[in-house]
């Protein structure tokens, strides 16, 4: 089973609720979905970027989509004292029982 790892800061300089960061989730989402449209051209608007330089924008702003999902998941924990590692599992779990995952 392959499986991307990334490792991402607690943010220290926020004071993040769970309803602020999922606010900034969905913000940072739909930014993710504009670029996505926009500079592939689904907009209707013509871009004149090269497909490179279109990847590295939807990447930088996936990885907005991971930060602020591991920023909830640290309100999570510190304000609701729920257990990341055992939800992981259980996640994974799920994803085996819908058939999405083997091992």
């Known amino acids: 089973m392959d499986h991307k790892?990334?490792?991402l800061p607690k943010l220290n300089k926020l004071s993040p609720t769970m309803e602020s960061t999922a606010l900034k989730l969905m913000e940072e989402t739909g930014e993710l979905a504009q670029a996505i449209g926009k500079f592939?051209?689904?907009s209707g608007e013509a871009t004149n970027l090269d497909e490179q330089e279109?990847?590295?924008?939807?990447?930088?702003?996936?990885l907005d989509v991971?930060?602020?999902?591991?920023?909830?998941?640290?309100?999570?924990?510190?304000?609701?004292q729920v257990d990341i590692g055992q939800m992981l599992?259980?996640?994974i779990q799920k994803l085996i029982d819908k058939g999405y995952l083997s091992y």
């Open 40 to 42: 592939r051209g689904l």
């Open 5 to 7: 790892v990334i490792a």
């Open 89 to 91: 599992e259980e996640h």
């Open 54 to 62: 279109v990847m590295r924008m939807i990447t930088r702003e996936l």
């Open 66 to 80: 991971a930060q602020t999902a591991v920023s909830m998941m640290y309100v999570l924990e510190e304000n609701y």
